[in-house]
């Protein structure tokens, strides 16, 4: 039997700690492109949505009043907003999108290589019997299954275990928080631990046996209440923990300490409240040093560290970011800058991403990011599948010491293992309005480093946009042309470019004069199937003076993760190429911009192994 008391010592005084957590001249734009083939099938954490290779039909690609990405035209599926698919509950919860008309499913065969992350409804892809799946790894890319960690069984957590974090204690002991929701829906959190500490795979869990630990305190509904954070160190030697919450319409971070992880204290104040943004859901809070190109553990603090407050909004499924102020002594945070708080500002990612989660690594002295893709079919072609969502590659994630108001996430250095070859090309014109062909074989399983120089003197010649606007969303897509953009590259196309995602930069300029540069991923032809949602991704990344541009592109079969500006802004596209599969995936560089050319690629290819 688990030993309970030596389990959950108290803490020392002294604030030390092991802790980790969880116009219609033509501009010049010259260009570098590095792209690195490789298995970026991460064991575990990706998965692959492959068809059987077609016949391949062939066109030429040319220039008309759209531009070089007008050659195709196909029916776009009407999206509707997503409809949830279970009962009002936590993250884990699914919701499939609607799509207007009578749109057949696609003919999805089972011709599919699946490799999955832990299980977390092991009897279907769909919401429902959420448990804890469990794994291993060494390197974060190569994992072990192993048994189911928790499951479903108590009258605390019997409609579902739902999202938790680990903290490591002084000892190196292992506690665990982790919402329950009740046989009566109402969300409490609850302890758990291993039954063997000494075990180096922590195979088997053992539950608390008088959980729950904290119910939701008066004013808080039964179901806004959820999603412990790892637990960090005060000045007085408590540990501290958030979790997620609401009153009416404003997202809240509730705050409590504890000295054992059984009996808690609530705190009078909020970490952070922000009116209007609903449900905070799988909060985190993190510090980052203003002045060093490393993590920080969890429980650091003071002078040149910035403390991080994260928030998954329930109400629209994205997850945002701010950067400010952390007060040890009443437990606040206050953001650097107000009008880009919690909620109404930044966001880790512009596309499918959603209840990341970070983690301190000792071992490497960095913080990693750890993401939910979902998928973006209907519910029927997951069944048909038999499988639903991955995780993204791990990030770490840094703050942006030169904008000092961004944070910088980029594919952890374990990825390039899997780099098997590459190639080079130089010295190739790209002409307004075209697209140019890359010679790749089987381009489905790619990382693609690019840069853009883009001649400062015929930026500032160049006559203010007309689209000054612009929008990534809300815009035509790469088709849409404009003076400055849109330039970038084509993912996951085939031959005639029937099928497509485009991976590229706007930029526009002012009547002011001033320059702004959007980072956009365009899914509007990323496939031939009508029941799958086709939106247009991106926001705007700060350039500063004397940056050039640049793309680096994760690509792999059904996944596209883009960092622009070395992570600056990031955008994760989950797709459902029909044709664009296997030998068929090509990849271009296109230039769809009326003032830009570009005279020179450079394209650098490091062989490597597996």
């Known amino acids: 039997m688990a030993d309970i008391n030596p389990l959950l010592p108290v803490s020392s005084s002294d604030g030390s700690s092991n802790l980790t957590g969880q116009a219609t001249c033509r501009r010049p734009i010259k260009v570098v492109v590095s792209i690195f083939f490789g298995l970026l099938t991460v064991g575990l954490f990706a998965a692959l949505l492959i068809r059987n290779n077609g016949s391949v039909d062939y066109v030429d690609v040319h220039e008309n009043e759209r531009g070089s990405l007008a050659s195709t035209a196909f029916e776009k599926a009407e999206n509707l907003k997503p409809v949830s698919r279970g009962p009002a509950a936590g993250v884990s919860e699914k919701s499939n999108w609607v799509f207007g008309g009578d749109l057949p499913d696609y003919p999805w065969n089972n011709s599919m290589s699946i490799i999955l992350q832990g299980v977390y409804n092991p009897n279907a892809p769909v919401w429902g019997d959420i448990v804890w799946g469990h794994a291993v790894s060494r390197d974060l890319i190569h994992w072990l299954h192993l048994p189911l960690a928790m499951v479903a069984d108590q009258w605390y957590d019997k409609n579902g275990v739902w999202t938790g974090s680990a903290t490591i204690l002084h000892d190196g002991k292992i506690v665990m928080l982790y919402t329950g929701s009740t046989t009566e829906g109402v969300q409490v959190q609850n302890l758990a631990y291993p039954a063997d500490q000494y075990d180096p795979l922590l195979v088997h869990w053992v539950k608390y046996p008088r959980n729950p630990v904290l119910f939701p305190p008066p004013g808080i509904g039964p179901n806004d209440f959820r999603d412990p954070t790892t637990a960090w160190l005060t000045s007085e030697g408590k540990w501290r923990i958030t979790i997620g919450s609401k009153i009416n319409k404003t997202g809240i971070a509730l705050v409590y300490d504890t000295k054992d992880f059984i009996n808690y204290e609530m705190l009078d104040g909020l970490l952070h409240a922000v009116p209007g943004t609903g449900m905070w859901e799988c909060v985190d809070f993190f510090p980052v040093s203003e002045t060093e190109n490393n993590g920080l553990e969890t429980s650091i603090s003071g002078a040149g560290v910035k403390h991080v407050v994260k928030a998954s909004l329930d109400d629209d499924r994205h997850d945002y970011y701010a950067i400010g102020t952390y007060n040890d002594r009443n437990g606040t945070w206050i953001p650097d800058l107000p009008n880009i708080d919690v909620g109404i500002g ?3 990612d512009y596309g499918i991403y959603y209840a990341a989660k970070t983690f301190y690594d000792q071992n490497k002295k960095r913080r990693v990011l750890w993401g939910w893709i979902g998928e973006s079919d209907s519910e029927a072609a997951d069944v048909k599948k038999g499988w639903a969502s991955v995780q993204s590659i ?15 996430q980029w594919p952890v250095e374990e990825i390039d293992s899997l780099r098997l070859k590459g190639k080079e090309f130089n010295q190739m014109r790209i002409q307004a309005g075209s697209v140019v062909p890359l010679d790749i074989d089987s381009a489905t399983q790619l990382d693609i480093i690019a840069e853009f120089k883009i001649d400062s003197d015929a930026l500032e010649k160049a006559t203010w946009s007309s689209d000054a606007s612009f929008d990534c969303v809300t815009s035509g897509g790469a088709a849409e042309r404009g003076a400055l953009g849109p330039f970038g590259l084509l993912v996951l196309a085939d031959e005639r470019l029937s099928e497509q995602t485009p991976v590229y930069f706007y930029m526009t300029k002012g009547s002011d004069g001033n320059l702004k540069t959007f980072f956009c991923n365009d899914q509007s032809r990323s ?30 079969h059904s996944i596209i993760e883009s960092f622009g500006q070395g992570g600056r802004t990031v955008i994760t596209s ?7 599969i296997y030998g068929a995936a090509k990849v271009f560089l296109f230039n769809n911009a009326t003032e830009l050319n570009i005279p020179l690629v450079a394209f650098h290819v490091l062989q490597s192994s597996s």
Not at 394 to 408: A, C, E, Q
Not at 536 to 556: A, C, K
Not at 574 to 580: E, G, I, L, Q
């Open 346 to 348: 930044l966001r880790y």
């Open 527 to 556: 496939s031939k199937a009508s029941d799958v949602d086709k939106h247009i991704y991106g926001s705007l990344v700060p350039v500063l003076r004397g940056e050039n541009l640049s793309i680096r592109i994760l690509v792999d």
């Open 574 to 580: 989950r797709v459902y190429p029909t044709k664009a």
């Open 394 to 408: 791990p990030r770490t994630i840094l703050f942006d010491k030169k904008t000092g108001t961004h944070l910088l």
